[in-house]
T-cell receptor, first 112, second 112 residues
């Protein structure tokens, strides 16, 4: 069953802790993305990767880090430096130029 | 900088009518534009892609237009149904990269 798996669906974190969100895909897509969505707002790009072992900052990369060691995986770490991490996080993939993005079901992170 | 604008106010229409949503962009000449549907708590789902040399594209009850002079795309849902109620997002690629920029989305509610 092809697709994008984000885990966990819900995540609670204490202030000051780092937390890692998982994103795995079996679509064999080259590009992967992380977006953040706040209530009533659109998607804001955190990081994206066009190829293994390479990634680029998006519009709101501060306080986040990523890695792309395998084509299938693009984990996102929300660090303690992120001042307001409570949000809905979406992972997406695409095959490249002129193609649509496929999204996972999202991880809702809450800082308690 | 590149900017995408969608009407942030919710659009309420009666079942059976045509819904029209607008996406405007500035400082930008995209090669194509995409529309997505997002249901609450879920990731966006791709609907349609229209290229700069296409004026109009249709898929079942959906129609998208792309006016590169006005820098505007219109998204129409004909014979709307309550099941069409969702948030609709437009997205544009950044030239030379795999990066997508999303609008804030317009929430559509179809009243039975």
């Amino acid at each position: 069953d092809g697709g994008i798996t984000q885990s966990p669906k819900y995540l609670f974190r204490k202030e000051g802790q780092n937390v890692t969100l998982s994103c795995e895909q079996n679509l064999n897509h080259d590009a992967m993305y992380w977006y953040r969505q706040d209530p009533g707002q659109g998607l804001r790009l955190i990081y994206y990767s066009q190829i293994v072992n390479d990634f680029q900052k998006g519009d709101i990369a501060e306080g986040y880090s990523v890695s792309r060691e395998k084509k299938e995986s693009f984990p996102l770490t929300v660090t303690s430096a992120q001042k307001n991490p409570t949000a809905f996080y979406l992972c997406a993939t695409s095959t490249g130029f002129n193609t649509e993005a496929f999204f996972g079901q999202g991880t809702r992170l809450t800082v308690v | 900088s590149q900017k995408i604008e969608q009407n942030s106010e919710a659009l309420n229409i009666q079942e059976g009518k045509t819904a029209t949503l607008t996406c405007n962009y500035t400082n930008y000449s995209p090669a194509y534009l995409q529309w997505y549907r997002q249901d609450p708590g879920r990731g966006p789902v791709f609907l349609l892609l229209i290229r700069e040399n296409e004026k109009e594209k249709r898929k079942e009850r959906l129609k998208v237009t792309f006016d590169t002079t006005l820098k505007q795309s219109l998204f129409h849902i004909t014979a709307s149904q309550p099941a069409d109620s969702a948030t609709y997002l437009c997205a544009l690629p950044t030239s030379g990269t795999y990066k997508y920029i999303f609008g804030t989305g317009t929430r559509l509610k179809v009243l039975a």
